[in-house]
């Protein structure tokens, strides 16, 4: 029964970030290259590289140091004072899932988000 319970997925920890990068659109299909700065619970600040491909909506891509998969879905969409902006779902191959709010126009894109780490109990508590 120990076992089952240290196999338990739980929440452990969280944080939240920004981001800041170029973005170019063709077609359906959108790219984006920039930076993140991020705060964990658990590891502090931080700072990645965030490369993304996105086409009818849904997206993925990758965050450096250490490298990590993202996947993410665009949930509202719509303009405020001309600016195209979008919120969404997200996740991480890390075990992060979250939201975030981006706007961009032109060649310039950024936004904000914040996460929970899932994670076994097990794992959550260093054991």
């Not at 992060?96 to 076994?120: F, M, T």
Request: charged letters at 15%; glycine letters at 28%; hydrophobic letters at 35%.
């Amino acid at each position: 029964m120990r076992l089952l319970k240290a196999l338990t997925p739980t929440i452990c920890g969280g944080g939240a970030f920004g981001f800041l990068g170029g973005q170019k659109e063709k077609g359906s299909g959108q790219g984006f290259a920039g930076g993140v700065l991020e705060w964990d619970s658990k590891s502090g600040w931080s700072g990645h590289g965030l490369f993304e491909l996105s086409s009818h909506g849904v997206g993925g891509g990758v965050i450096t140091n250490p490298l990590d998969g993202l996947v993410f879905l665009p949930l509202a969409e719509g303009s405020f004072r001309g600016i195209p902006v979008e919120a969404g779902a997200l996740a991480s191959t890390s075990g992060a899932v979250g939201g975030y709010g981006e706007a961009g126009k032109g060649k310039v894109g950024g936004g904000v988000g914040g996460y929970v780490n899932i994670s076994s109990a097990l794992a959550c508590s260093g054991g």
